[in-house]
């Protein structure tokens, strides 16, 4: 299950100028960013696979700023290169961030623009996006990160189109992907745009994970919001809408609590977390479905009930639209990958609570089912039905619009 946006002609004529090689990677390093996403792009590109079938890459590890650099667990490493090394590669991939709340040193900036205006490929893995948005090789362009930055990377950059459902996002030339796993998922895309998919079949049996996940971030999404509106008068009305979820109440309702009008209260929640209310609702009420299934033995109508939908239908059409599953197919798999003993026997677990279940449930689909979210410019998408794209919407500067819009559109 995917969806796709025109192609940019001039990403597809882009080509690679100077000493640049199309083989290089380069992986740029900072201080604070966690070991684990920074090693995964070092052992995708970094080590020898060609007797499995895997072309060769050659590695470049950079610093993007003074070393040592310090790493999780209080480790200290020591990158071989420099920002100089950039200039070699065809493809600089940016791991992690530090922190989305601090600027990336503008050196490694001008280093990153440099090496997109030279035709190298720009990678962001999760918090990375944010490097890539503050050097401004995301503005006008589809991306996504992890599903709990998605809001502050759009409210930041107004001219993103982020997208927090996708696992990752290619744009030709930028790609950006989710969480720790979802690197992973972009590795292997590159892998296989570069050399097919028997080279990333190949790498993903060596690696043990599957050459092609199912589903995107949907499912791991929970009721968290941007920590700055814990202080904003809204707080409140969002802690009640989400103490009241079994009931019936529509945007209007809580515009009505926070003393608003429709209108300002749309574009002050979107200011806030990036979201449409509306959109927030349904996503809430969508979560709070899943942990009944997941939780209980009521029948699917009985929880759409519980969970504020006005009839079983709508529960249906929303769940498939944001899940890719029927109610009924995600508890049986849900049930079907967990211990019998596991599943709670509470017939009344905690609704409305912001009570979330350990752990994420397991993806809802056989094996052979929808391909990854992803989201891919291709010339072949041209005239493509936007009929895959309902109840889809993206975040644009705190606002939402459908995929392919404009911000202001």
Not at 33 to 57: H, K, M, N, W
Not at 104 to 129: F, K, M, N, Q, S
Not at 249 to 272: K, N, Q, W
Not at 308 to 334: E, N, T
Request: with cysteine; charged share 25%.
């Amino acid at each position: 299950m995917s969806h796709d946006s025109t192609a940019a002609p001039e990403a597809a004529a882009r080509k690679l100028s100077g000493r640049r090689r199309k083989e290089i990677v380069a992986v740029l390093l900072f201080s604070g960013g966690p070991i684990f996403e920074s090693s995964i792009p070092l052992s995708v590109f970094g080590i020898d696979r060609q007797d499995a079938g895997v072309p060769r890459y050659r590695l470049l590890v950079c610093g993007g700023e003074e070393g040592p650099l310090r790493t999780t667990g209080g480790l200290e490493l020591t990158a071989p290169h420099g920002l100089e090394a950039i200039s070699r590669a065809g493809t600089v991939v940016v791991p992690a961030w530090r922190s989305i709340t601090s600027p990336p040193p503008e050196e490694a900036l001008d280093a990153l623009r440099r090496a997109h205006e030279e035709g190298a490929r720009i990678v962001g893995l999760c918090t990375g996006a944010f490097v890539l948005a503050a050097a401004g090789l995301l503005d006008g362009r589809p991306a996504t990160t992890h599903w709990m930055y998605a809001p502050t990377l759009a409210k930041r950059y107004p001219s993103v189109h982020v997208d927090p459902r996708e696992l990752f996002v290619d744009d030709g030339d930028v790609l950006t992907s989710a969480g720790t796993a979802a690197g992973i998922d972009l590795c292997l895309h590159i892998v296989r745009t570069d050399h097919g998919n028997e080279a990333a079949g190949a790498l993903a049996r060596r690696l043990v994970v599957p050459p092609r996940r199912t589903g995107g971030q949907e499912r791991y999404l929970d009721r968290s919001l941007p920590e700055e509106i814990g202080a904003d008068p809204l707080a409140e009305v969002v802690a009640w809408a989400l103490e009241h979820l079994h009931e019936q109440f529509d945007v209007e309702t809580l515009a009505a609590r926070a003393y608003m009008s429709r209108r300002t209260f749309d574009r002050r929640f979107r200011s806030l977390t990036g979201s449409a209310p509306l959109q927030w609702l349904i996503t809430q009420r969508v979560l709070q479905a899943q942990r009944l299934l997941e939780t209980s033995d009521y029948s699917v109508d009985e929880v759409a009930g519980r969970c504020g939908f006005r009839s079983p239908v709508a529960l249906r059409g929303h769940f498939r639209r944001q899940l890719g599953s029927s109610p009924a197919a995600y508890r049986a798999a849900y049930r079907a990958r967990r211990p019998q003993g596991e599943r709670s026997t509470d017939p009344d677990p905690a609704v409305g609570t912001g009570h979330t279940p350990q752990g994420p449930p397991p993806a809802p689909y056989p094996e052979g089912g929808p391909v990854p979210l992803q989201t891919r410019r291709t010339p072949a998408s041209v005239g493509s039905p936007a009929s895959a794209d309902h109840g889809r919407e993206l975040y644009v500067g705190g606002r939402a619009s459908l995929p392919g819009q404009r911000s202001g559109a």
